[in-house]
């Protein structure tokens, strides 16, 4: 969704109409996840697409809804006018993205302090961060 999202955003318009367009998007996804974090919702495909092991519904209500709401606030709040809201939208929609899959395909080698994060992963989330924000930064009509 993330990724999605970002390739998306130069698409819709600089003005303020832009960023809530934009943000109805990770916004709906954020309340089908509340709904399905409530268990209001039941949808075991999703669940099991989305969450790893444990309280699956728990999961889905912390990660992907504070995920898709940070996107939603910032799109609403900051569309294209604050460099800091940019580089968040890209650090959360690439290098959140990226990171988990880097991790567990080349992260032997865990973090001293996060035995659930490898270095591999850090070092993508780091890289796919800083250039999907050199992308954005780097077009003229951001």
Known sequence: MG????????????????????????????????????????????????????????????????????????????WRTSPVAVAAVCKLCAGDRIAPIVGRRFGSLKLPYNKNKSIAGTIAMVAASFL???????RNDR
């Open 3 to 78: 990724l999605v999202f970002t390739l998306c955003w130069p698409r819709f318009s600089s003005g303020n109409q832009g960023g809530f367009l934009a943000a109805m998007v990770p916004g709906f996804n954020a309340f089908k996840m509340l709904l399905l974090g409530l268990e209001m919702r039941k949808d075991e495909k999703a669940v099991k697409l989305m969450s790893g092991l444990g309280d699956h519904y728990r999961q889905i209500l912390k990660a992907s809804f504070y995920f898709l709401t940070a996107i939603s606030l910032a799109s609403v709040v900051y």
């Open 132 to 138: 999907a924000s050199i992308f954005f930064f780097s």
